[in-house]
C-alpha cells in the first residue's frame, strides 16, 4: 500500500524562480497537510485542507507561497518567486477524517528544497 | 515565543534501558499531545498520544505521561532497542480550535547504544 507519495526528493534552485512541489495523499484520505522543516524554526504546519477545500493557511508565510487542492488525489505547494530563505525540507500529510488533529496524519518523505 | 519545548536535543541509553524524553509546554489551550518519530530522509510517524483527560497511555513498550499542572509530558520507551534510535518530536494542540493543527518541538535525537 503506497503511502503519501511527495515529488521531487529533491529540488535545486535559483532565487527568483518558480518552484512547485507535488503531493499524493494516500487513497481515500480526505485531509491533507502541508509541513515546513527548518533548523531556525523546526517543524511548523502551512496549511491544510479537508476535501480539496483550505481550511487553515495561516502558516503560510507570505504571498509569494500558494497551496491548491484540485482533486482528492493531488495537491501542490508553489513558492514564485523563491528566495534562499525558503530552503528547507517540505513535507506532505494525509489523514483520514474530518482534520481534526485526534486523526493519525501520515507523512510523506520530504522534498528537500535548496534555493541558492 | 516557542510554546512546545524539548530541551534536551540528544539522549543517547543502552539497548535494553529505558529512555525518557521530556516535552514541556506554555499554551494551557492545548489537550492534545502526539509523540512523533523520524528517521533519516524519511517522514515523521506517529508513535502515541494523549488528551489531556487522561495522564498516562500505554501502547506496547511506549508509555506517555502528562502532567497538566507542571505543563510537562515525558515519552518512556521501555526496553530501549537500537532501532528506537531517531529525532522524536513532541506536539501539541487544542482540540476545539484549529483542528488539525499541532505546535511542534524542536525534537529530540535518541541513540540507543547495542
Known amino acids: 500500500d503506497a503511502g503519501v507519495i511527495q515529488s521531487p526528493r529533491h529540488e535545486v534552485t535559483e532565487m527568483g524562480q518558480e518552484v512547485t512541489l507535488r503531493c499524493k495523499p494516500i487513497s481515500g484520505h480526505n485531509s491533507l497537510f502541508w509541513y515546513r522543516q527548518t533548523m531556525m524554526r523546526g517543524l511548523e504546519l502551512l496549511i491544510y485542507f479537508n476535501n480539496n477545500v483550505p481550511i487553515d493557511d495561516s502558516g503560510m508565510p507570505e504571498d509569494r507561497f500558494s497551496a491548491k487542492m484540485p482533486n482528492a488525489s493531488f495537491s501542490t505547494l508553489k513558492i514564485q518567486p523563491s528566495e534562499p530563505r525558503d530552503s528547507a525540507v517540505y513535507f506532505c500529510?494525509?489523514?483520514f477524517g474530518v482534520g481534526v488533529i485526534t486523526d493519525t496524519q501520515y507523512f510523506g518523505p520530504g522534498t528537500r528544497l535548496t534555493v541558492l | 515565543d516557542q510554546q512546545v519545548k524539548q530541551n534536551s536535543p540528544s539522549l543517547s541509553v543502552q539497548e535494553g534501558r529505558i529512555s525518557i524524553l521530556n516535552c514541556d509546554y506554555t499554551?494551557?489551550?492545548?489537550?492534545?499531545f502526539l509523540w512523533y518519530k523520524k528517521y533519516p530522509a524519511e517522514g515523521p510517524t506517529f508513535l502515541i498520544s494523549?488528551?489531556?483527560?487522561?495522564d498516562k497511555n500505554e501502547d506496547g513498550r511506549f508509555t506517555v505521561f502528562l502532567n497538566k499542572s507542571a505543563k510537562h509530558l515525558s515519552l518512556h520507551i521501555v526496553p530501549s532497542q537500537p532501532g528506537d534510535s531517531a529525532v522524536y518530536f513532541c506536539?501539541?494542540?487544542?482540540?476545539?480550535?484549529?483542528?488539525?493543527?499541532?505546535?511542534f518541538g524542536d525534537g529530540t535525537t535518541l541513540t540507543v547504544k547495542p
Open positions: 499554551n494551557s489551550m492545548f489537550d492534545y
Open positions: 506536539a501539541a494542540s487544542a482540540m476545539g480550535t484549529n483542528a488539525g493543527k499541532s505546535t
Open positions: 500529510a494525509s489523514s
Open positions: 494523549i488528551s489531556s483527560i487522561k
